[in-house]
């Protein structure tokens, strides 16, 4: 790549699902701080910054020390029941953390990129557009339509989008799609949500799309999901066809049945149309995504990007920034 083309990067919740494997990712090209907490990552091209972002004031002074070109804010509170049971949590991470980002951001002349959900809408009818009213109907799409606001406020050229993801995680826990496939590969049986409906889109096409998007310099409100709107069940029989495992491990459930503390909106696809029309290129297809997602493991990939969490004695710095001591889960992870 150029050098005229190399940007400095910050990353907040790099140890993430999005975070890592757009840290992951980006490096090869770009100069990439990743800002994380209780799950610390270390240092392997790129640079590491450990630290609370909990406390207003912090995360602007992070981002006016690093001075970056663009700024990809992922950190959030993504436990929907969780947001249920602790809503002030939920608020300071996913509304407070993404306005204080915007004013970092805004302060610096760094551009930003806010990573909102399609758990904004009430899932009444699906295929929503970006001008489609948000009805929100858990604390967790409140607190992140109230983020999408907060940002916008403080950053006015910001970029916000909307999405639902599916990836290989660096932590030691499971996105959807890991965990049918630790189901099925363990031949147990699993329910899936029959009445719940995503444009799911894995997470490493997410990340390529959101370099993309910052390089067009676009403004505004985008819906990046996948191009096929499935149920959750639909979802659970793809990845059982394209890893050659049982489907009839596979169970229709209703989301109703089992007890989840926070309601779940039915409906949710996005609509992408806009997206596509900025970037150029389609929506990747399920399939194909899911094709990725198993070679990326058969790759090796996986295996490099949970290395990213394993501390090197002596190497990994002990980071104090600024007064602040890494403590609250879910900040940045």
């Known amino acids: 790549m150029p050098e005229s083309d190399r940007r400095a990067i910050l990353v907040t919740g790099a140890s993430g699902l999005l975070g890592a494997n757009l840290v992951l990712s980006a490096k090869e090209k770009h100069q990439v701080v990743a800002v994380c907490n209780s799950h610390p990552l270390r240092p392997d091209g790129f640079e590491v910054v450990q630290v609370d972002l909990s406390q207003s004031g912090t995360i602007q002074r992070v981002i006016g020390a690093a001075g970056p070109d663009w700024v990809i804010h992922c950190a959030a509170l993504t436990d929907v029941d969780r947001c249920e049971a602790e809503p002030e949590l939920a608020y300071r991470l996913n509304r407070d953390l993404a306005g204080w980002a915007a004013e970092g951001a805004e302060a610096s002349g760094a551009r930003l990129v806010h990573i909102s959900t399609d758990a904004v809408f009430d899932g009444e009818r699906g295929g929503y557009r970006e001008d489609d009213q948000a009805r929100p109907i858990n604390v967790y799409g409140h607190s992140k339509l109230e983020g999408e606001r907060a940002v916008l406020d403080a950053c006015p050229g910001a970029l916000i989008v ?22 099925l590969e363990g031949g147990e049986n699993c329910p899936g949500f ?52 049982e489907s009839g491990l596979l169970e229709p459930a209703d989301a109703d049945s089992v007890g989840l503390r926070a309601r779940r909106p039915r409906r949710l696809c996005l609509d992408g149309t806009q997206a596509v029309a900025a970037l150029g290129c389609p929506l990747p297809e399920l399939d194909d995504a899911i094709r990725r997602f198993r070679d990326l493991r058969s790759d090796g990939y996986r295996d490099r990007l949970r290395q990213m969490l394993e501390p090197v004695p002596g190497n990994m710095p002990e980071v104090k920034l600024l007064g602040q001591t890494p403590s609250a889960e879910g900040t940045a992870r």
Do not use: M
């Not at 909307?162 to 189901?183: C, D, M, V, Y």
């Not at 370099?211 to 409100?221: A, D, M, N, W, Y």
């Open 194 to 245: 029959s009445d719940v409906f995503v444009t799911p889109i894995l997470v490493n096409d997410l990340a390529d799309l959101l370099l993309r998007l910052l390089e067009t310099g676009k403004e505004g409100l985008f819906h990046v999901g996948g191009k096929d709107c499935v149920s959750k069940l639909d979802f659970g029989l793809r990845i059982a066809y394209v890893f050659g495992l």
């Open 162 to 183: 909307r999405t639902n993801i599916f990836g290989w995680n660096a932590q030691p826990k499971e996105s959807l799609a890991e965990w049918f496939l630790g189901k």
